[in-house]
């Protein structure tokens, strides 16, 4: 089984600000790895994912993660933040391969981005 | 772009009630989800299925069925709904071989 721990519930920073939202794994297997954003009232949205390859993933919205095999980390940056980017951030994993599609979902982080 | 919908963005209930939630997805998506959020606890997993009329318990199953029998539309149902299962309810649905998972608004269900 899988397991996922964001290590920060809340995370408050000042506009143009960078920011790390930090997720660790946990796994016997090989994973996928997801990072979503969940803004006010809406449902989840997907920031972006790592399958396989380079392990610097860029995403929407000027976010981009590393995934670190060594660390089991998959750490989510933005250089810069918005006021637009306050929402709660989901880390997720998946089992890689297979027919087994379910996500296993940190507790989230609210990051809130203060003028 | 895929659209999943969900009914009722609010719902209240008495307790004891029988409730329904409906999920519709529009892209031909063989895998759905039912999941439930709440505070400090993410997002955790009900039911999903892989097909039409096929059901697996996530890791919260109890007080909760499913149902699917047509494969755009997946359906959570509380056979006598309790306060403990206030919270904010969200479909997901992904297409075969994909662990993307694509999310409607959410149902935001109080059991009172």
């Known amino acids: 089984a899988q397991s996922v721990t964001q290590l920060d519930s809340q995370v408050p920073v000042f506009e143009e600000a960078p920011v790390e939202l930090r997720c660790n794994y946990s796994s016997s297997v090989s994973v996928y790895l997801f990072w979503y954003v969940q803004y006010p009232n809406q449902g989840l949205q997907l920031l972006l994912k790592y399958l396989s390859g380079s392990t610097l993933v860029k995403g929407i919205n000027g976010f981009e993660a590393e995934f670190n095999k060594s660390q089991t980390s998959f750490h989510l940056r933005k250089p810069s933040v918005h006021i637009s980017d306050t929402a709660e951030y989901f880390c997720?994993?998946?089992?890689?391969?297979?027919?087994?599609?379910?996500?296993?979902f940190g507790k989230g982080t609210l990051l809130t981005v203060n003028p | 772009d895929v659209k999943v919908t969900q009914s009722s963005r609010y719902l209240v209930k008495r307790t004891g009630e029988k409730v329904f939630l409906e999920c519709v997805q529009d892209?031909?998506?063989?895998?759905m989800f039912w999941y439930r959020q709440d505070p400090g606890l993410g997002l955790r997993l009900i039911y999903f299925?892989?097909?039409?009329?096929?059901?697996e318990k996530g890791d919260i199953p109890e007080g909760y069925s499913v149902s699917r029998e047509k494969k755009e539309r997946f359906s959570l149902i509380l056979e006598s709904a309790s306060t403990n299962q206030t919270s904010m309810y969200l479909c997901a649905s992904s297409p075969s071989g994909s662990h993307e998972q694509y999310f409607g608004p959410g149902t935001r269900l109080t059991v009172t």
């Open positions: 892209m031909d998506h063989e895998n």
């Open positions: 997720a994993v998946s089992r890689s391969g297979g027919s087994n599609y379910k996500l296993t």
């Open positions: 299925s892989y097909d039409v009329k096929m059901k």
